[in-house]
Nanobody, 122 residues
Framework: QGQLVESGGGLVQAGGSLRLSCVAS????????MGWYRQAPGKEREFVAD???????DYADSVKGRFTISRDNSKNAVYLQMDNLEPEDTAVYYC????????????????WGQGTLVTVSS
């Protein structure tokens, strides 16, 4: 099974920026959708943004205009540029791959990364 590894989290002041990265490793043929979710302390995991392999993007209303998702299909990677961060953005950010097809043609409907912590101070 392919694995997802996130990086780029950290501590930043309100108004600052961070760029998260997620790379899928393994013998991967394709990944239909790659995206980001987040879970704040005491809250449910929520959708942040995703991007299909043909370029379609979707964002949560709370991050529109501040976050930008991008992909590099040649690297099986997805990125999240986060600008104008707010304390409410503090959460563990998880990368998700939807319909990951391996070179063996085995398909995984969902694969999750371990998460990376983003802390925004006021």
């Amino acid at each position: 099974q392919g694995q997802l590894v996130e990086s780029g989290g950290g501590l930043v002041q309100a108004g600052g920026s961070l760029r998260l990265s997620c790379v899928a490793s393994g013998s991967i043929r394709s990944i239909d959708v790659m995206g980001w979710y987040r879970q704040a302390p005491g809250k449910e995991r929520e959708f942040v943004a995703d991007m299909a392999n043909r370029g379609r993007t979707d964002y949560a209303d709370s991050v529109k205009g501040r976050f930008t998702i991008s992909r590099d299909n040649s690297k099986n990677a997805v990125y999240l540029q986060m600008d104008n961060l707010e304390p409410e953005d503090t959460a563990v950010y998880y990368c998700k791959a939807v319909r990951m097809t391996m070179t063996s043609w085995r398909r995984y409907l969902e694969v999750w990364g371990q998460g990376t912590l983003v802390t925004v101070s006021s």
